[in-house]
């Protein structure tokens, strides 16, 4: 038995079916990667995968990040523990050292833009649904990117944005508190080309709520170009939302798409096992070639 792929949406997202036991032999790991990258979210449902199967097909796709810490997902510290799964709840039981900086994942972004090589994939699994609200929604930005102007196109290209974590916290807990704003402000930030050139010759809009402004522009001009790329960027023909149903597996290419999670209940227990792949190459502008490794 093969893969059997059902588009979910135009140019985002597709279903996969195929066989529990297949999935983990990983037999179709490159016909499976393949597929991530070009349609940047897949589904598969039904899978009820335990965190050691979770990273057994973490581990076909590509380099499962392991414990230590790392700033990720909105620049919080993440913990993926030693087993490389990563608990994702608003629980500080569940998770002490990620609920605190979870609330970040309610505005469009990228994991991860404050390392030089964002993680590659997430792999992701609910264990606890919350019964309204928190689905998940996915945006693509080599779509987004295919479908600019060429004088956007070319002016784009020369850009650079500034990542901060501060401005990717902010927006979403508007009274924090002066010291929670200090420990955001002392993280290092990092900046990116805005147009990735990926190795494969794609290119895709690095766009995400921890930018903060375009080098060297004027704020007024780079706030307006910014707001203006996120709503273009995340209009419905670039986007795919997920009403989760337990046991599903969801695979989002982090070099290629935003994401968010829709307001839900905070007391809803909602917890999400994750796995991270780790990022195979740096954002790179066109005279800046990818490392070679
Ligand atoms: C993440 C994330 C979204 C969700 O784990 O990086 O953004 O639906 N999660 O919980
Ligand atoms: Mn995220």
Known sequence: MGLTVIDLSLRTGSEVRIDKAELL???HAAAIRALLVERGVLLIRGA???????????????????????????????????????KVSLDEKVNPEY?????????WHMDGTYEEVPPFATLFTPYKLSRVGGDTMFANTYAAYEDLSDEDKAELDQLRVVHTM??????????????????????????????????????????????????GM???????????????ATQPQYTYRHEWQL?????WDNTGMMHRVLPFDRESGR??????????EPVSAPREPALQH
């Open 25 to 27: 032999s990983g037999d």
């Open 218 to 232: 004027h704020p007024a001009e780079s706030h307006d170009l910014l707001q203006r790329l996120m709503i273009h």
């Open 247 to 251: 046991g599903d597996l969801v695979i």
């Open 99 to 107: 609920a605190r900086f979870l609330f970040g994942n309610h505005l």
């Open 166 to 215: 501060q401005a990717a916290l902010f927006p979403a807990k508007r009274d924090c508190t002066p010291e929670e704003f200090a420990v955001w402000y002392s993280y290092p930030q990092r900046s990116h080309p805005l147009v990735w050139h990926h190795k494969s010759g794609r290119k895709s809009l690095v766009l995400s709520t921890s930018g903060a402004f375009v080098e």
């Open 271 to 280: 917890e999400f096992h994750r796995c991270t792949l780790n990022g195979e």
């Open 48 to 86: 009820h995968l335990k965190d050691e199967e979770l990273r057994t097909v973490a581990r076909s796709l590509g380099d499962l990040r392991l414990g230590g810490s790392k700033r990720g997902a909105d620049g919080a510290t993440l913990r993926e523990g030693d087993e490389g799964v990563l």
